[in-house]
């Protein structure tokens, strides 16, 4: 029970009044982010980041996973009002949420999809905390391969699942996976499809480049700078070394979307509401994926 | 689970009318961005092909993947576009009435003039006409209400983006009065 006693101190470093405001303060930004569609929990947590740059470092993670999972609930609230996924993984909710909004049920699809998410991050937290070693060894087998086997596999299920025609899903996929592909090859460095426009290139988060020519030009500021560059080696691994899967997961994620509003816009149209009942499974799952997936990367 | 007793009904006054006229048929759409889309996979295969689509000793070559994903969106849309001239599906079916098409605009020509203005009077000043235009123009909104949010939001912006967080947005001569 190493990692009981673990989680326990876990508890204690975090449960002082200081840190439950920041948290307090983390979730509701993130809800704020995750409510505004196209800005996602990593992206907040990278816009965000400055923020944290007065704290001590337990509170700046402590503000930054907030911010996090704050944005994986703020996600649901525009899937169920509007129709329209605040983020990626709430695109399931738009499904049975926005009918339930549609008869006036706004306040128990919220209420569902509010905990449903949290037990979903419950679960994942005790599994990740309790079955992480164990699955640490057998991780470190998933190479190139199998990744490219799971992805496979959920592009297809994509276009064997949705209701569109097949042939729209695909061309929605596939031009996602392209504009991911434009600009450096992460494998070779080679560029690609840029047709020698530097502009192709720069699809990154706007500021992160030009924040480092800014910091070098007043250099009397030099604490901070390095703390920039610390960010942003922290930052890069979330897409870097993964080569393709880490952009073309969040571009086929967008391409999802766009086929899946589609599909919810069917439902909503056909006022298609025997989903209701299946409402808290569904969303729990979907959800509770979502987290695992994100816990592991 | 309560029973739903209220009903939400959303009136738009200024709604697009039903009866107005077909600028376009779903047919003819479904012809032109299939072949648009054709045209781009040919682009960038042929960008990829030349990239190099081979097995290189260390890997696949830069230009493997995406090409495979550009032969594959080829085959989608070249069976989009034979479905959609074989079958005729959607001949009779409005795309785009004449309201609908002017609500778009009225959307769309705003915010090409404003990338374009971007590029010489910067974001901050291109953003302030935008939004004040918009609200005079389309909200027919009071002019001191409009010039007052849209003054009050690029001066957010310029704070939020160029100093707070240091991204550099374009800029024109305005700020360039100011020293920045």
């Given at each position: 029970m190493e990692a009981f006693g673990l989680l326990l101190h876990g508890f204690t470093v975090l449960l002082t009044w200081k840190t439950l405001a920041v948290m307090m303060v983390g979730l509701v930004l993130g809800v704020f982010v995750g409510v505004?569609?196209?800005?996602?929990g990593p992206n907040g947590v990278a816009i965000l980041l400055?923020?944290?740059?007065?704290?001590d470092p337990t509170s700046a993670i402590v503000m930054l996973s907030c911010i996090y999972w704050g944005a994986l609930f703020g996600g649901a609230i525009t899937s169920i009002?509007?129709?329209?996924?605040?983020?990626?993984?709430?695109?399931?909710?738009?499904?049975d949420g926005y009918p339930m909004a549609q008869q006036g049920q706004a306040a128990e699809a919220l209420t569902a999809a509010f905990t449903s998410s949290f037990i979903g991050s419950l679960v994942a937290v005790l599994l990740i905390t309790f079955l992480a070693p164990g699955i640490a060894s057998f991780a470190l087998q998933f190479g190139p391969p199998e990744f490219f086997a799971v992805y496979l596999l959920t592009f297809c299920s994509f276009v064997g699942l949705g209701r569109e025609d097949k042939h729209k899903t695909v061309i929605s996929m596939t031009l996602g996976l392209l504009l991911a592909g434009?600009?450096?090859?992460?494998?070779?460095?080679t560029l690609r499809m840029?047709?020698?426009?530097?502009?192709?290139?720069?699809?990154?988060?706007?500021g992160r480049g030009d924040r480092t020519v800014r910091h070098q030009r007043n250099s009397a500021d030099h604490g901070r700078a390095a703390r920039v560059a610390w960010s942003h080696r922290q930052h890069q691994p979330a897409r870097g070394p993964q080569g393709v899967e880490g952009p073309a997961a969040l571009l086929g994620d967008a391409a999802a979307i766009v086929g899946d509003r589609m599909l919810a816009r069917y439902h909503a149209r056909r006022g298609d509401c025997r989903l209701v009942h299946g409402l808290q499974p569904r969303q729990a799952l979907f959800q509770g994926q979502g987290q695992l997936r994100q816990g592991t990367h | 689970m309560a029973t739903p007793e209220t009903e939400i009904v959303v009136e738009d006054p200024t709604a697009p009318s039903d009866n107005s006229p077909s600028v376009v048929s779903t047919r003819t759409v479904d012809i032109v961005v299939s072949l648009l889309l054709l045209a781009l996979a040919a682009l960038l295969c042929f960008d990829n092909w030349r990239t190099g689509i081979a097995w290189a000793a260390d890997g696949p070559q830069a230009g493997y993947f995406p090409f495979y994903l550009g032969l594959i969106l080829a085959a989608a849309s070249l069976y989009a576009l034979i479905t959609s001239l074989v079958?005729?599906?959607?001949?009779?079916?409005?795309?785009?009435?004449r309201d609908q098409l002017r609500r778009v605009m009225q959307v769309f020509i705003p915010t090409l003039l404003f990338c374009l203005l971007t590029q010489w009077l910067g974001l901050y000043v291109a953003s302030f006409l935008l939004i004040a235009g918009f609200m005079r123009?389309?909200?027919?909104?009071?002019l001191w209400k409009s010039m007052l949010t849209a003054f009050l939001f690029a001066i957010i912006m310029f704070v939020t983006f160029?100093?707070?967080?240091?991204?550099i947005m374009p800029k024109g001569p305005l700020e360039a009065a100011f020293g920045y």
């Open positions: 505004l569609p196209g800005l996602g400055p923020l944290t740059f007065t704290m009002l509007f129709n329209i996924p605040g983020e990626a993984w709430s695109v399931a909710t738009t499904f434009i600009g450096m090859d992460t494998v070779s460095g840029t047709f020698g426009w530097n502009e192709l290139l720069r699809h990154q988060f706007p | 079958t005729g599906a959607g001949a009779t079916q409005t795309f785009l009435t123009i389309i909200g027919r909104i009071a160029d100093i707070a967080f240091d991204v």
